[in-house]
């Protein structure tokens, strides 16, 4: 922990992520709540929520964060992907910790301009996520656990260093299952799947209803998700001790599946 604190690289990490975070909330709540917003004098039609609209900007903003901040701070932007990667034994306890301060004041920071820019809205939920009507809170918790696992899946396989088949981008592989989960939940819990971005809008609309589901079920999901993939899917030959090595120290490797040679790990990064 001493020696990633002293260093200036790991506290750029820490601000890439605040300020990365900061830009994904605003554009993606803001473009969640632009509909209340009818353009020109068209006030008699009644305005809906385009739910393909608002998922897409979920996943381009993710998208082009990861591509411009990747390189700095691996671009977790979600505590739920930071906590994925630190029982994938990528990162120290330390830098997650830290990670995911910075996410959550970037949610806060973010939701808290928009909430200057859309004070003309009656009754402004800033994106809170809330059950929808009909959903119970084991089957709110079901759809963030899913939903989650499926995220945090895709960028432990999509960063997987040890693999040579994957092309393309990786922050886009990465969006578009950001996209694919907000299909998913939306209509069920407002998708949230990122417990800052939950916790952003629950704290400056100061409502906190069911606001556990939104921690709970993205860590369960993201826990199950590293724990699937590194035990069972893709196996690393990593024992206890180098775990602990890792998680205490901030030393960064992968270990190859089956005790092959050990490379350099990169977190989310494109290939």
Request: charged content about 10%; some cysteine.
């Amino acid at each position: 922990m001493a020696s990633e604190f002293k260093k200036k690289a790991f506290w750029r990490a820490v601000v890439a992520e605040f300020f990365a975070m900061s830009l994904f909330i605003f554009i993606s709540i803001g473009s969640a709540l632009g509909f209340n917003f009818p353009l020109g004098s068209n006030t008699t039609v009644t305005a809906t929520q385009d739910n393909v609209k608002v998922s897409l900007a979920f996943g381009l903003a993710i998208a082009t964060m990861a591509q411009s901040v990747g390189h700095i701070s691996g671009a977790h932007l979600n505590p739920a992907v930071t906590l994925g990667l630190l029982v994938s034994c990528q990162i120290s306890l330390f830098k997650a910790l830290m990670y995911i301060i910075a996410q959550c004041l970037g949610a806060v920071v973010a939701t808290a301009i928009l909430s200057g820019i859309t004070s003309s809205l009656p009754n402004n939920s800033l994106g809170l996520n809330a059950l929808a009507n009909g959903i119970n809170l084991g089957q709110g918790l079901g759809i963030e656990i899913i939903a989650t696992l499926q995220l945090v899946l895709c960028v432990l396989a999509t960063t997987d260093r040890r693999r040579n088949d994957v092309t393309g981008s990786a922050p886009l592989a990465i969006g578009l299952s950001v996209a694919l989960g907000h299909l998913l939940a939306i209509d069920y819990t407002g998708c949230g799947i990122n417990p800052a971005r939950s916790f952003g809008s629950a704290l400056i609309a100061n409502n906190f209803t069911n606001h556990w589901i939104f921690w709970v079920g993205p860590i369960i999901g993201g826990l199950s998700a590293a724990l699937i993939y590194d035990f069972i899917l893709a196996p690393r030959t990593s024992d206890l001790t180098d775990r602990l090595k890792v998680w205490t120290s901030g030393q960064v490797e992968e270990y190859d599946l089956d005790g092959d040679e050990v490379n350099s790990r990169v977190e989310m990064k494109p290939k």
